[in-house]
């Protein structure tokens, strides 16, 4: 088996917390292979396996079965624009604040190393929703796990919003900006996708 990381930075506080992660995983045998960016910061903190592989994106994954997502929820979200359609689950180890999506504390990475091993867990299937523009390009992964914001770029105007769902008009809003969010929740304007209007 084979465990992909990917992660920000984190404060020293966590940082025995993650080498207990990584330990666990190569005492049983797990294969590990960390995003670029973050090998780079994680082998400035800790001692990684010699033979630890490195990936840029979802082409390159080489063979991981699971992702570890090692930061806060900013960094799930990220997560999912690196795994995009490849359909590799994720779990999110808490190094931020609240946690609401990675919800994996710490001081719970054996027994969740035990239940990837194991196959002892549920997957929490999540929708995500696309944006597509006439105008505007939103990059090759027009995706986003939580919400799509749109804003007026001055801010001290209101904008008109004309509202169609399935082509079929809903409604026209009046503000200074809207939200449309997945089952996943808005983060409070932390989206993956943005557009200005």
């Known amino acids: 088996m084979k465990i992909a990381l990917y992660g920000r930075r984190f404060d020293h506080e966590f940082t025995p917390?993650?080498?207990?992660?990584?330990?666990g995983l190569v005492r049983r045998g797990i294969g590990i292979t960390v995003h670029t960016g973050f090998h780079h910061f994680l082998s400035s903190r800790i001692t990684l396996p010699k033979n630890v592989e490195t990936f840029n994106d979802y082409t390159d994954l080489n063979g991981a079965r699971y992702m570890m997502s090692i930061g806060g929820d900013g960094t799930l979200l990220e997560t999912a624009r690196i795994i995009r359609d490849s359909r590799i689950p994720v779990m999110g180890v808490n190094t931020g604040r609240l946690g609401f999506l990675s919800n994996i504390e710490l001081s719970q990475v054996e027994e969740a190393i035990e239940a990837l091993v194991n196959q002892d867990f549920e997957l929490d299937r999540r929708s995500?929703?696309?944006?597509?523009s006439e105008s505007f390009s939103f990059g090759e992964f027009p995706f986003a796990l939580n919400e799509v914001t749109l804003l007026n770029v001055q801010r001290n105007s209101m904008i008109t919003v004309h509202c169609y769902v399935n082509d079929q008009f809903m409604t026209t809003y009046?503000?200074?900006?809207l939200i449309i969010a997945t089952p996943t929740g808005s983060t409070a304007y932390s989206s993956v996708v943005v557009g200005r209007l």
């Open 17 to 23: 917390g993650v080498e207990r992660l990584v330990d």
């Open 128 to 132: 995500l929703i696309e944006v597509k």
């Open 174 to 177: 009046w503000a200074d900006g």
